[in-house]
């Protein structure tokens, strides 16, 4: 079992990283969040995850211990396998992540790319309690109540925008401005869109 492989990077894509160590060039999947952290540097420490199947023997690595015990709990929930749980990590980062699961949000966990109602739910249900054991201590930030959010989401899908991104929008007016009224949010999210 790897721990982690540390090495010169050389080749750095958003999908993948190939890590030279020794002569060997490991090539290891990434995040997007890893990717941005690996972005202008030649050398890197990732820590692994091996995922062993009888058809594949694949790399997962990870910029910080966190974000990998995430990916382990994501990849324990029924129907989430590894691909799945690293195109979760890249729409959003550990920490919201952590906030989604925790404070039960199914629209914005169910806004990723791949992942249904019914998947979100689980997600929810299997790891709430999970998530709050992997913080050691560290506080989940909390956030405002999510009324001005969903009312925002609300009024944009009512003229005519996706939900989807309106929702990606909404969040990250709500993170640079969290006091923001809501008629404020929707008319930022105009803007936006």
């Known amino acids: 079992m790897y ?3 540390s090495g010169k990077i050389t080749r750095n894509t958003p999908a993948y990283v190939v890590i030279e160590n020794n002569g060997i060039g490991y090539l290891i999947n ?13 050398e890197a420490l990732l820590y692994i995850y091996e995922n ?3 058809d594949a023997y694949t ?3 990870f910029s910080e211990v966190n974000e990998r015990e995430i990916f382990q709990l994501l990849i324990s929930v029924s129907g989430i396998g590894a691909n799945t749980a690293r195109m979760m990590l890249s729409s959003m980062s550990p920490e919201e ?4 699961i925790s404070t039960e949000n199914v629209n914005q966990i ?4 791949g992942i249904g109602l019914k998947t979100a739910q689980r997600v929810i249900v299997e790891l709430k309690d ?3 054991k992997i913080a050691d201590g560290e506080k989940i930030p909390f956030l405002q109540d999510n009324t001005n959010a969903e009312e925002a989401l609300s009024a944009l899908v009512m003229l005519g925008f996706a939900k989807g991104p309106s929702q990606k929008v909404i969040d990250k007016i709500l993170r640079e401005h969290p006091k923001s009224k809501v008629e404020d949010v929707i008319k930022l999210a105009l803007k936006m869109l």
Do not use: H, M, P, W
């Not at 992540?97 to 989604?100: I, R």
């Not at 169910?110 to 790319?113: A, D, L, P, Y």
């Open 30 to 42: 990434i995040s997007l969040n890893t990717y941005e952290a690996l972005k202008e540097k030649k």
């Open 130 to 132: 999970k998530i709050g």
């Open 59 to 61: 790399l997962y690595g």
């Open 52 to 54: 062993i199947r009888e």
């Open 110 to 113: 169910k806004s990723i790319k």
């Open 3 to 5: 721990e982690f492989i």
């Open 97 to 100: 992540l952590k906030v989604a």
